[in-house]
């Protein structure tokens, strides 16, 4: 049995949404392979945006001076061995809150902590559209593959596709095994 833990951020604003389902699968994956999960449903959570005020590199041993729920997810991510971000897609890229919680990983990053640095990173993605241009995914994983080359964090894995109404990502057993299965990896 493996020893790893996983931290799970969903942004979506539904709890019972598409890329919250998926995230559950692989969260699944994940506790069959033995690791730990924490999760995030951070549409429930007070989350400020960033301030742009810089006390996290001018005090270096502090993620992030806003006293928000952002302080219960900094010592989660600090240990885990992987971190999932699950999204929607809205107007063409990720999800307001989840957007919120990327510009906050800047507390883990700078000046010198890189404290993601050597996390594996699954990103999961779902979108009304028939696919990931013309949904706008393309711009949402470029998004994600940019601030984790930064970082230096690899991404393992990117899930994604196609589901409008509330749980309709269930009958893409496909994609579902396929998030299962990033658990699993994610974990080993």
Not at 44 to 70: G, L, Q, S, T, Y
Not at 107 to 132: A, C, F, S
Request: overall charge positive; glycine content about 6%; proline content about 3%.
């Amino acid at each position: 049995m493996s020893s790893k833990k996983l931290v799970i951020i969903k942004g979506s604003p539904r709890k019972s949404g598409n890329s919250c389902v998926l995230a559950d699968s692989l969260a699944k994956g994940a506790k069959d392979n033995g690791a730990e999960i924490e999760e995030f449903f951070i549409q429930k959570m007070n989350i400020n945006p960033c301030n742009a005020c810089n006390a996290c590199i001018k005090k270096p041993k502090k993620e992030c001076i806003i006293d928000d729920d952002m302080q219960q997810i900094y010592p989660a991510i600090r240990t885990a061995n992987s971190v999932v971000i699950s999204s929607p897609i809205y107007w063409f890229n990720m999800s307001a809150q989840t957007k919120l919680f990327i510009d906050r990983l800047y507390g883990l990053v700078e000046p010198n902590k890189q404290l993601m640095k050597d996390k594996r990173i699954g990103i999961i993605l779902t979108y009304g559209d028939v696919d990931q241009v013309s949904s706008g995914a393309i711009n949402a994983i470029n998004s994600f593959k940019d601030t984790f080359k930064y970082i230096g964090a690899e991404i393992a894995g990117i899930i994604h596709g196609s589901a409008s109404a509330i749980g309709e990502i269930e009958k893409n057993t496909d994609l579902m095994t396929k998030a299962y299965n990033l658990g699993k990896e994610l974990s080993s």
